[in-house]
Each structure stands twice: as structure tokens, then as C-alpha cells.
């Protein structure tokens, strides 16, 4: 899927804010307890995810966070298909007050090519 400009240019823009992780040190920090949060929709966690990732898609997990997560220091590795949505995912939950929050760079496609 190409993505529009607009997009692209709003996820670079949370991608200052956000600390992106490679997939090994996601494996790493999943093994040392992190959360592993798939954040795609629901008919792409369906087709296939992570061993181990729970899925709170991009549409709710603001509205289901603090509910399955209270504590704002837990530690979270979130994915998506290639990257883009766990950065924008990742912002906006650290505005939320999360302060252990990592995107993992290149997403579920990079994670079943490795």
C-alpha cells in the first residue's frame, strides 16, 4: 500500500518523539517483560501475529489502556504492518502519560522476514 504524503509527514513528525526499537531488541525487551502490543486492525492480527503479542488495535487502545494497563511506567513494544501506525499508536499513548513506550522499526513485516 503507497501512503499519502499527509500521512508519512504525520508519522515522521511523531517519530522525534518516539523511541523506535530494532526487532531484536524487541525480542529483548518482550524476553525482560515488555509488553508486546500489536496495534493493527483486526483482520490483519487474524491473518497472523507475534508469539506472544496481545492485540489492542490503533482505533481502541486509548480507550482500553488504562483499564488493562494502570501503571503509566509499564513497559510496551508495539508493532504494526510496517511501522507507520505503532509510531503515531506510540505517541499518543506517551501523551497519555506512558513513559515506557518503544515502536518496533519496520513492523510485522520486517518481524516475519527476519
Not at 530494532?22 to 493493527?40: L, M, N, T, Y
Request: charged share 25%; proline share 1%; with cysteine.
Amino acid at each position: 500500500m503507497k501512503h499519502s504524503e499527509e500521512f508519512l509527514a504525520l508519522a515522521e513528525a511523531a517519530r522525534a518523539k518516539v523511541h523506535e526499537i530494532s526487532i531484536e531488541q524487541a525480542e529483548e525487551r518482550v524476553k525482560q517483560g515488555a509488553v508486546f502490543v500489536d496495534v493493527r486492525e483486526d483482520s490483519e492480527w487474524q491473518a497472523g501475529h507475534a508469539k506472544g503479542a496481545i492485540h489492542l488495535a490503533r482505533g481502541i487502545i486509548e480507550r482500553d489502556i488504562i483499564q488493562a494497563f494502570p501503571k503509566k511506567n509499564t513497559e510496551f513494544v508495539l508493532y504494526c504492518g510496517g511501522g507507520y501506525r505503532s509510531i503515531l499508536t506510540a505517541e499518543s499513548i506517551q501523551k497519555m502519560g506512558y513513559t515506557n513506550v518503544h515502536s518496533m522499526v519496520g513492523g510485522w513485516k520486517s518481524w516475519v522476514d527476519a
